[in-house]
Nanobody, 126 residues
Framework: VQLQASGGGLVQAGGSLRLSCAAS????????MGWFRQAPGKEREFVAA????????YYADSVKGRFTISRDNAKNTVYLQMSSLKPEDTAVYYC????????????????????WGRGTLVTVSS
């Protein structure tokens, strides 16, 4: 499966952005999907994940209450709605996926995902 993230850009602190991750080559219906981000000079970190059905979502503490992950399996697309953005949210955002048929495990580690898209840059100005 090929993943393509889009929707990044420059936004002022307090603003909102919606990232999209479009998949091709395979249906995402059996995939756990995640969003990670990497700021300059820092390691890639977990942001959010969603189960194949969309019924379970998981968030990093730093974004809980501000970001919302969702998916539309009919469109083979995953979204990350980001609100109340802060300068510390500035990073390259990556979407990721792994085959998963409904485990309760949250999958928050980089090595737990098999598929990665090219990132999209989000810059939040103060």
């Amino acid at each position: 499966v090929q993943l393509q993230a889009s929707g990044g850009g420059l936004v002022q602190a307090g603003g909102s952005l919606r990232l999209s991750c479009a998949a091709s080559g395979r249906t995402l219906r059996s995939f756990r999907m995640g969003w990670f981000r990497q700021a300059p000079g820092k390691e890639r970190e977990f942001v959010a994940a969603i189960s194949w059905s969309g019924t379970s979502t998981y968030y990093a503490d730093s974004v809980k209450g501000r970001f919302t992950i969702s998916r539309d399996n009919a469109k083979n697309t995953v979204y990350l709605q980001m609100s109340s953005l802060k300068p510390e949210d500035t990073a390259v955002y990556y979407c990721s996926g792994r085959v998963d048929f409904g485990s309760d495990y949250s999958y928050r580690l980089v090595h737990e995902y098999d598929y990665w898209g090219r990132g999209t840059l989000v810059t939040v100005s103060s």
